[in-house]
Every structure is written in C-alpha cells, then in structure tokens.
C-alpha cells in the first residue's frame, strides 16, 4: 500500500476533555465545531489555506461568529483535523483508507491552489493519479471509500476514475482470472459500472464473465435455503442487476446457476422481466439441469413448499423452441442436360453439410430424450404435494413431445403417484390425466400394476387390457376376439358392425392388400385398434361397461373389481385370457 506524508512538524494538538488545541505561545482566536469536538486554534493559518473559513470568517460579516460550525464537513472531526494540521504543517500521513475522506474534506474547505498555491487538494489529486491508480489494491480501497460520500466523489471524478482504471487492469489480461474475487467485494453499483466496461470491450470472454457474475452472486445473494427474513429490497434490486449483466451467448454460465437465480427471483419478488429472461435463458440449456435444480418454489404454505410449475414450463416450451432443426436429408436440385457438372469437392461439401445436419439432429433428438426423462421425474418428485392442480400436471407432461418419450412408464408413476396424494380427485378429473398416457406404450409391467390398479378410471384399464392383448397377439400372429359383452358395448356407443373388433390376422380375414406387409407377414389391421382406442377413450359411461362386467361375472364389485380379473400373469401371456375364459364360463352356464 503507497502512502504519502507531508508537512514536517511534531503533532501537538492535545485534548482537554472534549476540546482540541494546539501548544502554542500565541493565544488561539477562533473556535470550531466539528460534531462532539470543540477546536481552539489560530486564524492565520487556517485562513490562509482554507477557502471556506475566509468566507465565514469575513470582515465584512455584520456580525462575525464566536464560533464556527462544521457539522456537514465530509469525514467529520477526523477528516477536519487533518487538514487543520495540514495547515499548521504539521506531519499527517495520506494513504488509500483517508484518502477520500481527505480529499473530500479538503475540497469542502476550499484547500485548492486557487486560495494558496501547493494546498492539499492539489497535492492529493497528484498522490491520487501518480501512486493509487497504478496500484490494484489501492485502487479497489479508494474505490470502496467513495461509497461514504457517493455524490462528491462523483463530481470529484474519483469514482469513475477508480473504475476505469480497474476495468483496464482486468483487459489488460483477459485469459486471467485473478480479478473475480477481488472485484467480488465491490458494492453493485460499482461491480456494475466495472462489468459493464469489461463486457462492452468485448475482449474478456463470456466463461469468464459468467464465472465472475456466479462468485459475486454467491457473495452478496442470500441463501434461499434459509428462512426470508434476510430478504429484502436492495437483495431484490441486486438479483435483477445480476441478471441484467449475464453475457448472452450460450453456456457462459451453467443451467443450475441459472436455475438458482430463478428460485431467488421467486423468493425475491423479482420483476416479471428479470424472471421471464432467466427461464428463457435457462430452457436453451435445459438438458444440463437436473430435478433438484427445477423444484423452484412459488411460496410456502405452512410448512409445505409449493412449486413454481408455470415457470417450468416456460422454460420446457423455450427448449422446445431450440430444438427445431431444419431438414437434414434437404433434395438436391436435378441438373439438366445443359448444365455444368458441379465439381467433386462441391459434392463433397453438399455431403459434409447432411452429414452435420444428420449429426446436429441426432444430437437435438438426444437432448429431447434425456429432457423428457428430466420432466418426468420432476413431475414424480412434486406428484406428491398435495396441493398441485391437475392441470398444471396435464399441462407439463403435454409440454414435451409424444417422440421424446420411448415408453409412458414414467407417465404411469406419475398418474399413480398423484392419485394416490389426492384421493378425493374426481372421477372426470382422474379420466383428464389419464389422457396424458398411451396404453400402447407401456411395458408389460406397467400394464399389469394398472390392471391392478383401482384408482384408475375402469375404461383405461379395459384399454390397457386390450392393447396388451393386441400386443401379445401381434407377436403370435392371432388376436382373440373381444368378449360379447364388451363388443355390444363398445359397439353401442361406437356404431362398430358385429364384426367390429375382431382381429383374426388370419388368412380368412378379409383386408385390402394395402393393410398387409409382404416383409413380416400378416399384420392386424391398426385403423381398427386405433378407432377402438379413440372410442375408448371417448366413451364417459364408466358405470354401463361396469354393470356389464360384474352382470357378467367379468367383476364381483367395484371394491373389488380387479380380483376376478386378474391376476394377472407375470410372464408377458396374452393378459385378456382371463376376460376370454370368464367370458367362455359364463356363456356356459347360460
């Protein structure tokens, strides 16, 4: 740390109680107060160099003061006897921790060259330019000082120099990263003016500033895992700055911090603005994150912490809008017996841009995947709590594309997770959410803990029955008929013909060439399934097709309804069998 000493007399104020003076012969004639402090000096010297202390001190003065208030006076009684012995040239010592206290005294006292040619003023702003701003460290003290008086240090031009000297330092070796914990001590207002000079010379990378925006927000944001009594105002004003200074381009900062800044602009209160950059910002790179990083909460409800589903799915709907990729495979336009031959290397430069294309899709279709999988087990984490509207359930797992998900496995925990949290969820809410699966897309597993399952709507366990049957028929090559019972019923609200749900993929099925395939052989007619499925899922007279089952010995009871269906077997068999031989029965003993 430089300093600077000047005048070169002994110290000989003394104190007597609250009152300060000087050993001298001569008899002191003028009284100052500075706060608690009453100084008993001379005017000669003080009045030789001070400005302002001639102007109080005038002859012209009607009534001359017995004595002189300087309550207002930058730095109070210290800053004011310094510059008192300045004047009696008497030794004080000027280093980075006074400076601005000093300087900023002495220009209220009018201690320039105009009143008195080498006063302290001018003799500061040559220590200041020549020894502190070629310092790094004192530079960041200086700087850390002006925050007592902002206004005078402004019009002083100390703090804009101190910033642009700091900001040039930082320039001066953009590859380093030595200044981010230096830099992370500064006030926001002052990190602000210093990022956004480094930032705008567009020299330092977007990693590094990114890097140095994290340190300082981990040093100044408080924790949101703490209760919120530390939260405030200036926290929120300092979280939407932070995000006004975040670089651009992409992966300058990680999704999780991102993500975390969004859980504090909830807490915050932060401006919509601020929320709505950081879930956009935050959805480009989506795949980074994880479950812990999206459970963002909205408020607490006692002691239950509801989450913010709205702003997650802004943020999957962003990284849907990311994912778009244009054509891979693009046609080639055919050249004309009059055209030039392209050459080999434009060829070559055609296949290199598909292949990146192809690589660039593969990569997009890798990214969706792995989001897919990242929104089910967030949905699967807050399926739980037990104040999560359904429709923002339904609205999430519709916010990811039906080709993202290899399977609806996870869709499954999920419906069974958050039936079993809200038991007393209606029986047309329960048919809504279970629209977000497709039974065909279960696994053998899956379909036989649903036609277990007795939270399920009853038609969404026929329908997994029935797809699990075509399933398994599709791979033997036959499908059983449809029970009487249920084909009547289906056929009543659907107008299929006697016929209309057979699938005998037999040779004596009638079906158009079209409908077969000559590679694998005879294959079911899908239309059929498909229009049985929409009829399924249309259908709301859950309680007819029940009546029919429990008439028809299919079911005993409501209670109970899945313990004459199944078990259901744990090899993957044909799971209708067992509707079939009950069915068989019961005509039987007709």
């Known amino acids: 740390m430089k300093f600077m000493k000047l005048g070169s007399r002994p110290d000989t104020f003394f104190a007597n109680e609250s009152i300060r003076s000087i050993s001298s012969e001569v008899s002191t004639d003028i009284k100052i107060q500075v706060q608690d402090r009453l100084y008993h000096l001379h005017k000669f010297p003080l009045l030789s160099k001070c400005g302002l202390l001639q102007t109080l001190c005038s002859k ?16 109070g009684a210290d800053a004011f006897e310094l510059c008192a012995k300045f004047c009696y040239s008497i030794t004080i010592t000027v280093s980075p921790l006074n400076f601005v206290p000093l300087r900023c005294a002495a220009e209220y006292l009018l201690m320039t060259n105009a009143v008195d040619r080498g006063n302290l003023a001018g003799k500061l702003e040559s220590f200041f330019k020549s020894c ?7 530079t960041l003290l200086t700087l850390q000082s002006t925050r007592q008086f902002p206004p005078l240090c402004e019009d ?14 930082v320039l001066s070796h953009p590859s380093k990263q030595w200044w981010i914990k230096d830099l992370a001590e500064l ?4 990190y602000w003016r210093i990022m956004l000079a480094v930032k705008s010379a567009g020299v330092v990378s977007s990693k590094i500033v990114g890097e140095a925006i994290k340190v300082y927000a981990s040093r100044w944001l408080p924790n949101m ?6 939260a405030n105002l200036k926290h929120q004003l300092l979280l939407e700055k932070i995000v006004i200074l975040l670089p651009i381009e992409e992966g300058s900062v990680s999704c999780s911090f991102l993500l975390k800044l969004l859980k504090a602009a909830n807490i915050l209160n932060a401006s919509s603005t601020s929320k709505l950059d950081l879930a956009r910002r935050a959805g480009v790179q989506l795949e980074e994150a994880n479950v812990n990083d999206l459970l963002i909460a909205s408020f607490t409800d006692g002691d239950e912490i509801l989450y913010d589903v709205d702003v997650v799915i802004t943020i999957v709907e962003e990284f849907m809008l990311q994912g778009r990729s244009p054509p891979t495979s693009p046609l080639r336009k055919k050249t004309s017996g009059g055209e030039r031959r392209r050459s080999r290397s434009a060829e070559n430069v055609d296949f290199e841009g598909q292949e990146n294309g192809r690589r660039s899709s593969s990569a997009s279709h890798s990214s969706m995947l792995r989001v897919a999988k990242l929104i089910d087990l967030y949905l699967l984490e807050i399926a739980r709590n037990e104040k999560l509207p359904v429709e923002k359930v339904i609205a999430l797992a519709k916010a990811v594309p039906d080709f993202a998900r290899m399977d609806h496995d996870n869709l499954y925990r999920i419906i069974d997770t958050y039936l079993k949290a809200h038991p007393q969820l209606e029986k047309k809410e329960r048919k809504k959410l279970c629209k977000i699966i497709d039974c065909k897309k279960l696994s053998m597993e899956a379909c036989v803990h649903a036609a277990q399952n007795e939270m ?8 997994v029955l029935f797809f699990e049957q075509a399933r398994a028929a599709m791979a033997g090559g036959h499908v059983t008929e449809l029970p009487s019972n249920i084909k009547a019923l289906l056929t009543k609200a659907a107008g299929f013909n006697e016929k209309g749900v057979t699938m005998n993929c037999t040779s004596g099925l009638e079906a158009n060439d079209s409908e077969w395939s000559s590679a694998a052989g005879p294959k079911c007619q899908m239309t059929k399934v498909a229009t049985l499925k929409m009829k399924l899922e249309e259908d709301d007279n859950d309680m007819e097709l029940e009546q029919v089952m429990v008439r028809d010995g299919l079911m005993r009871s409501t209670s109970s309804r899945f313990r004459a ?26």
Request: glycine letters at 2%; one cysteine or more.
């Open 456 to 463: 399920l709507p009853l038609r969404v366990v026929v329908q």
């Open 187 to 190: 006030s926001i207002d002052h």
């Open 565 to 590: 269906l199944c078990p259901i077997p744990s090899r993957p068999k044909r799971i209708l069998s067992k509707i079939w031989t009950l069915n068989r029965s019961v005509s039987e003993r007709l």
């Open 225 to 230: 895992g703490d209760s919120l009594h530390e």
């Open 132 to 138: 502190i701003l070629q310092r790094w460290k004192d």
């Open 60 to 75: 012209d003065s009607p009534h001359p003061p017995t004595t002189i208030y300087l309550s207002d006076i930058p730095g």
């Open 156 to 169: 002083l031009k100390i703090t804009s120099r101190c910033i642009d000297a700091l900001a040039a330092n």
